[in-house]
């Protein structure tokens, strides 16, 4: 059974523009919510994270937005560039020292 | 932020035989520490949770005898194959949460790509 549901599987973006990634989730006990970078043959790299007592939250060109009620939550990526070329996985876990649960990933291409 | 460290980043290994990873929490204690499969074009799967000091956890449909996994000090886990058949072949992930901070980030380490010739 499949906790998170992330969408689309794929995006291609102009450089510049900005790309979004949603991820929706069934768990309401889930508190913590990261995003992951991961290129290939690499670990995934922790974007952002944000908790549920927060709707939003900024770092650099990276954004989460978070919909307590909707059990949703997405990632902007503004000013995207080539380099940000990856696959992009949202997560959710349980309060403590809990594993994560992924969703399926977003593979991103900035094209020039 | 917090690093966790592994160890091969690669490995080619004949049928038969065992391999054994390396997962270091590098500026923190992990009592917990998880165990991830990744297939080619895939997401992430949870196969096991490794406690320090005592048995690890596996999901459902993970063999504990094929991956042995072993916690004995608040930095080091290691996942040890054993038997390696080619189906094994897949990229391992450890991860392991920085309890210290606010919030309990979860970070991951380099991977290790498995092959079994």
């Known amino acids: 059974q499949q906790q998170v549901k992330q969408s689309p599987q794929s995006l291609i973006v102009q450089k510049g523009g900005i790309s979004i990634i949603n991820c929706a989730y069934e768990?309401?006990?889930?508190?913590?919510f990261p995003w992951y970078q991961q290129f290939p043959g690499k670990g995934p790299a922790l974007l952002i994270a944000i908790r549920p007592d927060v709707s939003e939250k900024k770092e650099g060109r990276f954004t989460i937005s978070f919909n307590k009620s909707a059990k949703q939550f997405s990632l902007h990526i503004m000013d995207s560039q080539p380099g940000d070329s990856a696959t992009y996985f949202c997560a959710a876990s349980n309060p403590g020292n809990t594993p994560l649960v992924f969703g399926k990933g977003t593979r991103l291409s900035v094209i020039a | 932020g917090a690093v966790v460290s592994q160890h091969p980043s690669w490995v080619i290994c004949k049928s038969g035989t065992s391999v054994k990873i390396e997962c270091r929490s590098l500026?923190?204690?992990?009592?917990?520490m998880f165990w991830y499969r990744q297939f080619p074009k895939q997401s992430l799967m949870l196969m096991a949770t490794s406690n320090e000091g005592s048995k690890a956890t596996y999901e459902q449909g993970v063999e504990k005898d094929k991956f042995l996994i072993n916690h004995a000090s608040l930095t080091l886990s290691t996942l040890t194959v054993t038997s390696a058949h080619p189906e094994d072949s897949s990229f391992y992930i450890c991860s392991a949460r920085d309890q210290g901070g606010a919030i309990p980030e979860a970070f991951f380490g380099q991977g290790t790509r498995l092959t079994v010739v």
């Open positions: 500026d923190f204690q992990a009592t917990t």
């Open positions: 768990n309401t006990a889930f508190d913590y």
